[in-house]
């Protein structure tokens, strides 16, 4: 069993920047990967990013440049720096993690960009 609990969405003005913290416990040595994925107003929910067990990164396109993956060494924490936030990063940002069986989900947390 692995819990996420999310933190650190909120309001932000375009142009700003925000930090999502995600902290894994429970059997994190089953977890090969972890990553952030969002559900924005009008879409099905999308990949951001992803982080390998190995310190691999992976970025969607339309963030790469602006959003950064990354984690601790205790690899029980994984960060998600955006920058240069627009209105269409709004949304419910959703930790995850996956393991050989199945796929692990916070609860989400929303992230506001507007003027």
């Known amino acids: 069993q692995v819990q996420l609990v999310e933190s650190g969405g909120g309001f932000v003005q375009p142009g700003g920047s925000l930090r999502l913290s995600c902290a894994a416990s429970g059997s994190i040595f089953s977890i090969s990967a972890m990553g952030w994925y969002r559900q924005t107003p009008g879409k099905q929910r999308e990949l951001v990013a992803l982080i390998f067990r190995y310190g691999t990164t992976n970025h969607a396109d339309s963030v790469k440049g602006r959003f950064t993956i990354s984690r601790n060494n205790a690899k029980d924490t994984v960060y998600l720096q955006m920058n240069s936030l627009t209105p269409e990063d709004t949304g419910v940002y959703y930790c995850?993690?996956?393991?050989?069986?199945?796929?692990?989900w916070g609860q989400g947390t929303q992230v506001t960009v507007s003027s």
């Open positions: 995850n993690a996956k393991s050989s069986t199945r796929d692990y």
